[in-house]
């Protein structure tokens, strides 16, 4: 069994940023692919970004693009989403997933986190 658990939300105005942490146990990390996504009131949820189990190959959805980082330090078993830039229109409940696809789906991770809500004020 994996836990996730997520950290790092808030409160911020646009333009400003936050880091995002979450931290996993409970089977070995670095065998894992970790994901950030995103759900909005009313709306589905969405896939953030990815990061591959060594870190070294990630992707972004187009609307955080330049502006989110995700990495992961597996000595320490987190996965982190840094968010620069932030636009209301990114407020939402962020949760992490662990799975063993890289995938840009919610049906692709099979442990998830209970999610952060990031609120973005213009």
């Known amino acids: 069994q994996v836990q996730l658990v997520e950290s790092g939300g808030g409160l911020v105005q646009a333009g400003g940023s936050l880091r995002l942490s979450c931290a996993v146990s409970?089977?070995?990390?670095?065998?894992?692919?970790m994901a950030w996504f995103r759900q909005a009131p009313g709306k589905e949820r969405d896939f953030v970004a990815v990061?591959?189990?060594?870190?070294?190959?990630?992707f972004y959805a187009d609307s955080v693009k330049g502006r989110f980082t995700i990495s992961r330090d597996n000595a320490n078993n987190t996965v982190y989403l840094q968010m620069n830039s932030l636009k209301p229109d990114d407020t939402a409940i962020y949760y992490c997933?662990?799975?063993?696809?890289?995938?840009?789906?919610?049906?692709?991770?099979?442990?998830w986190g209970q999610g952060t809500q990031v609120t973005v004020s213009s």
């Open positions: 997933a662990a799975g063993r696809l890289y995938g840009r789906t919610q049906y692709d991770y099979d442990y």
């Open positions: 990061s591959s189990q060594s870190g070294s190959i990630t």
């Open positions: 409970g089977r070995t990390f670095n065998t894992n692919t």
